[in-house]
T-cell receptor, first 114, second 112 residues
Framework: NAGVTQTPKFQVLKTGQSMTLQCAQD?????MYWYRQDPGMGLRLIYY???????DKGEVPNGYNVSRLNKREFSLRLESAAPSQTSVYFC?????????????FGDGTRLSIL | RKEVEQDPGPFNVPEGATVAFNCTYS??????FFWYRQDCRKEPKLLMS???SGNEDGRFTAQLNRASQYISLLIRDSKLSDSATYLC?????????????FGKGTKLSVKP
């Protein structure tokens, strides 16, 4: 009963390095999301994918790229990490983006950029 | 006006107390409402959906006032395990917000 699985759970990068955060869900959901959460800022949407083959920008997309690899998997890439991207990253999924369905979250990736 | 506003707290209450959290939202077209719970250093988890007529789940009661664009969560007989941050969540139409907008949360600390 995995739900939403994120890897890695922790990562430390140097400024300028790149990395990809992985997310997979086994709930047969159509929509997937990437958020970041910073102290005092709440959850902010980075990118989302309403369905396989589509991606859209959220509130804070700059510095990130995403790939919806298939229905199950949605990855987030930092091409050139910056200290401002130090955060906790959550992946989530829902049946659809209509807004009438709750989102289910992975347990997060804690990313530090030095 | 922020899209979803919550009192950040913290609310410090003794075990057994009744505590209420409020949330206001700005988009009068919003149709779906949820309360999530987030424990320290954990992911947000759905606590309950909020229905127009109000709804109850054990010790938790959620109310919706569409006219005032106001949502509430009442916790009765607080337990130590209720200590967490409670997020008010509202759906949005269009824009760059995806399909749900999360409030910044209200922190609850239940003391023995």
């Amino acid at each position: 009963n995995a739900g939403v699985t994120q890897t890695p759970k922790f990562q430390v990068l140097k400024t300028g390095q790149s990395m990809t955060l992985q997310c997979a869900q086994d709930m047969n959901h159509n929509s997937m999301y990437w958020y970041r959460q910073d102290p005092g800022m709440g959850l902010r949407l980075i990118y989302y994918s309403a369905s396989e083959g589509t991606t859209d920008k959220g509130e804070v997309p700059n510095g990130y790229n995403v790939s919806r690899l298939n229905k199950r998997e949605f990855s987030l890439r930092l091409e050139s990490a910056a200290p401002s991207q130090t955060s906790v990253y959550f992946c989530a999924s829902s049946y659809r983006t209509k807004g009438d369905q709750p989102q289910h979250f992975g347990d997060g990736t804690r990313l530090s950029i030095l | 006006r922020k899209e979803v506003e919550q009192d950040p707290g913290p609310f410090n209450v003794p075990e057994g107390a009744t505590v209420a959290f409020n949330c206001t939202y700005s988009n009068s077209a919003s149709q779906s409402f949820f309360w999530y719970r987030q424990d320290c250093r954990k992911e947000p988890k759905l606590l309950m959906s909020v229905y127009s007529s109000g709804n109850e789940d054990g010790r938790f009661t959620a109310q919706l006032n569409r006219a005032s664009q106001y949502i509430s969560l009442l916790i009765r007989d607080s337990k130590l395990s209720d200590s967490a941050t409670y997020l008010c969540v509202v759906n949005a139409y269009g824009g760059s917000q995806g399909n749900l907008i999360f409030g910044k949360g209200t922190k609850l600390s239940v003391k023995p």
